[in-house]
């Protein structure tokens, strides 16, 4: 038990030492702690945590890569050569400059997040992950932007990080690493590109403004317009209801006062058809004549009498001779519309066969 003991020290001594003498700088340094933990020693009995990979060499040669727990190896011929990381490793790209498509000079710098995939590849294929992924970012970057102008640049953020990760992969598939994402922090201009650009959005915002208040005008201006419009209508569509209603109540009152009038004459011929009518009527007109020649030289001076003015019982024969003569006269056109009446069916039979 003692001699297993001492054989076991020895052996974790050996390969400390060796691991000393052989470990790559990329491990040794600061700045790579982040990137896989320090190399442990070969004790014959080796636990490995969760998510990292140790690569173990044989005699030298690449012999097996050390799953997540207990791992046994032989001391003296294996060695663990390597301890890769396979969470996310977030590295943090310079600051560069870079030209865009117009000729504005730029700095800019990014957030690249990797991850290994092939622990193989990633201790084999490259000497320095870290640097080799940070370099093919800058200058991915670089290559992008120049392709944009200065105000693509700004608004084609999202379309430029996803180009510069599908060029890191492209070119990290041999290295084992596969690039998730990448953001770009700070975009600097230079002053004089800045107030330009400062200018330049005050100047659209002037132009909005003004746009906005001339479309305000033009609204209004077509509002107040289709208000006139529509009131002239409503105002031309009352007159003409009033028109018709005054139309109609016009007619309505020719009607009645026909109506009325008929009614009239009706009541006075059938007055006249009875027996003194004639004499009723001569005084009716000797009032009426009365009552004229009372009212002359009241609404004019100039006034034209007949001969015998003062004569009424002449003025009443005269005008009795007058209905007398018209009642002939209907009295023989009645009996000829008759006999057109009778005739005229007649007229329209059609002819014998």
Same mark, same amino acid.
């Given at each position: 038990?003692?001699?297993?003991?001492?054989?076991?020290?020895?052996? /974790?001594?050996?390969? $400390?030492?060796?691991?000393?003498?052989?470990?790559?700088?990329?491990?040794?340094?600061?700045?790579?702690?982040?990137?896989?933990?320090? %190399?442990?020693?070969?004790?014959?009995?080796?636990?490995?945590?969760? !998510?990292?990979?140790?690569?173990?060499?044989?005699?030298?040669?690449?012999?097996?890569?050390?799953?997540?727990?207990?791992?046994?190896?032989?001391?003296?011929?294996?060695?663990?050569?390597?301890?890769?990381?396979? $969470?996310?490793?977030?590295?943090?790209?310079?600051?560069?400059?870079?030209?865009?498509?117009?000729?504005?000079?730029?700095?800019?710098? #990014?957030?690249?997040?990797?991850?290994?995939?092939?622990?193989?590849?990633?201790?084999?294929?490259?000497?320095?992950?870290?640097?080799?992924?940070?370099?093919?970012? !800058?200058?991915?970057?670089?290559?992008?932007?120049?392709?944009?102008?200065?105000?693509?640049?700004?608004?084609?953020?999202?379309?430029?990080? /996803?180009?510069?990760?599908?060029?890191?992969?492209? *070119?990290?598939?041999?290295? #084992?690493?596969?690039?998730? +994402?990448?953001?770009?922090?700070?975009?600097?201009?230079?002053?004089?590109? $800045?107030?330009?650009?400062?200018? !330049?959005?005050?100047?659209?915002?002037?132009?909005?403004?003004?746009?906005?208040?001339?479309? #305000?005008?033009?609204?209004?201006?077509?509002?107040?317009?289709?208000?006139? $419009?529509?009131?002239?209508?409503?105002?031309?569509?009352?007159?003409?209801?009033?028109?018709?209603?005054?139309?109609?109540?016009?007619?309505?009152?020719?009607? %009645?006062? *026909?109506?009325?009038?008929?009614?009239?004459? +009706?009541?006075?011929?059938?007055?006249? /058809?009875?027996?003194?009518?004639?004499?009723? *009527?001569?005084?009716?007109?000797?009032?009426?004549?009365?009552?004229?020649?009372?009212?002359? *030289?009241?609404?004019?001076?100039?006034?034209?009498?007949?001969?015998?003015?003062?004569?009424?019982?002449?003025?009443?024969?005269?005008?009795?001779?007058?209905? /007398?003569?018209?009642?002939?006269?209907?009295?023989?056109?009645?009996?000829?519309?008759?006999?057109?009446?009778?005739?005229?069916?007649?007229? !329209?039979?059609?002819?014998?066969?």
């Amino acid at each position: 038990m003692l001699l297993i003991l001492k054989l076991q020290y020895v052996c /974790s001594m050996y390969s $400390k030492q060796q691991t000393q003498r052989a470990a790559p700088r990329l491990w040794v340094t600061p700045a790579q702690q982040r990137w896989a933990s320090s %190399l442990p020693m070969n004790t014959l009995v080796l636990f490995v945590p969760q !998510q990292e990979a140790w690569v173990v060499e044989r005699m030298g040669r690449f012999h097996r890569i050390l799953e997540p727990g207990l791992n046994f190896l032989i001391p003296l011929l294996d060695r663990i050569r390597y301890v890769q990381s396979l $969470k996310e490793i977030v590295i943090d790209v310079p600051e560069q400059s870079a030209v865009s498509l117009d000729n504005v000079t730029l700095q800019i710098d #990014g957030v690249l997040y990797l991850r290994i995939l092939d622990p193989f590849k990633a201790s084999y294929g490259v000497e320095d992950p870290e640097y080799a992924v940070t370099q093919l970012a !800058q200058t991915t970057m670089r290559s992008e932007l120049g392709k944009l102008t200065l105000d693509k640049v700004f608004r084609e953020r999202e379309s430029l990080n /996803s180009n510069i990760v599908h060029s890191i992969n492209q *070119a990290s598939d041999d290295w #084992g690493i596969r690039c998730l +994402r990448y953001e770009i922090k700070d975009i600097h201009v230079p002053p004089r590109v $800045k107030e330009s650009m400062q200018m !330049q959005v005050e100047a659209e915002r002037k132009k909005r403004a003004t746009v906005l208040e001339s479309e #305000g005008t033009r609204e209004a201006a077509i509002n107040v317009a289709e208000g006139r $419009k529509q009131a002239q209508i409503l105002a031309s569509e009352g007159e003409k209801a009033e028109r018709i209603n005054n139309a109609n109540g016009e007619a309505q009152a020719v009607l %009645l006062k *026909a109506e009325a009038k008929s009614k009239a004459i +009706r009541v006075l011929s059938e007055a006249l /058809s009875e027996q003194n009518g004639n004499a009723a *009527a001569s005084l009716t007109v000797a009032e009426q004549y009365v009552s004229a020649f009372s009212n002359l *030289a009241k609404e004019s001076n100039t006034i034209l009498l007949p001969t015998n003015a003062g004569d009424m019982s002449s003025m009443v024969t005269q005008a009795m001779a007058i209905y /007398s003569t018209l009642g002939k006269t209907s009295q023989k056109a009645a009996p000829e519309m008759l006999e057109e009446k009778t005739e005229s069916p007649e007229n !329209q039979l059609p002819p014998p066969q």
